[in-house]
């Protein structure tokens, strides 16, 4: 099993910076896609970004060029650097843990964190 637990979130002036960071605890990371997601006030869960287990890094159209996805295998750790923040980033981010499923051949995140609340103010 996979503990993931999501911290670095907060309160930020548009076109600030936050990081976040996902901690993992009971495996470690080497042998899953690590992925961030956003979840804003009544809307759905979004995909945001994914950094695959060779380092392949998948990002949405929005957040291009302002976010970037980084691992640390050797601390079992992943972050999300957060640049040119906006107001539309507001929401809760989750980190998840996920491999390829060898029946469809597409992700599967199985663990995810509790989130971490990054508001962006105007």
């Known amino acids: 099993q996979v503990q993931l637990v999501e911290s670095g979130g907060g309160l930020v002036q548009a076109g600030g910076s936050l990081r976040l960071t996902c901690a993992a605890s009971g495996r470690t990371l080497s042998s899953y896609a690590m992925g961030w997601f956003r979840q804003a006030p009544g809307e759905e869960r979004e995909f945001v970004t994914t950094i695959t287990t060779s380092g392949r890094r998948i990002y949405v159209d929005s957040v291009k060029g302002r976010f970037t996805i980084s ?27 996920g491999q390829i499923s060898a029946m469809s051949g597409e992700y599967e995140y199985d663990y995810w964190g509790q989130g971490t609340q990054v508001t962006v103010s105007s």
């Open 71 to 97: 691992r640390d295998n050797a601390k079992n750790t992943v972050y999300l650097q957060m640049n040119s923040l906006k107001p539309g980033d507001t929401a809760i981010y989750y980190c998840a843990a």
